[in-house]
């Protein structure tokens, strides 16, 4: 069964850094995509950014795009989130999720981590 486990969230002045760690478990990856996502209170969940766990390609949302990288490490089977320039619409609970990359969508989610990032 698929575990996915998030870390790395916080509280955070506006201009800040904070980098988040999916630690997935269960089954090999290989033919995997990874995703970030995120939801504020009384909003919609929205996508952040995802990356295929066997070659690397990376996708982002608009709105994080040049501040966030994600990125993976095959060997700690861990998806990180690097997110740097923080701004106070950043503030969400950040869920990590995976899906086949032959699948139309996110088949398996984390439980979060708040992140909150003050003016």
């Known amino acids: 069964q698929v575990q996915l486990v998030e870390s790395g969230g916080g509280l955070v002045q506006a201009g800040g850094s904070l980098r988040l760690s999916c630690a997935a478990s269960?089954?090999?990856?290989?033919?995997?995509?990874m995703g970030w996502f995120r939801q504020a209170p009384g909003k919609e969940r929205e996508f952040v950014a995802t990356i295929t766990w066997s070659g690397g390609t990376t996708y982002y949302a608009d709105s994080v795009k040049g501040r966030f990288t994600i990125s993976r490490d095959t060997a700690k089977n861990t998806v990180y989130l690097q997110m740097n320039s923080l701004k106070p619409e950043d503030t969400a609970v950040y869920l990590c999720?995976?899906?086949?990359?032959?699948?139309?969508?996110?088949?398996?989610w984390g439980q979060g981590t708040q992140v909150t990032v003050s003016s």
């Open positions: 269960g089954r090999a990856f290989s033919s995997y995509r």
């Open positions: 999720a995976a899906r086949r990359v032959v699948s139309d969508s996110f088949d398996y």
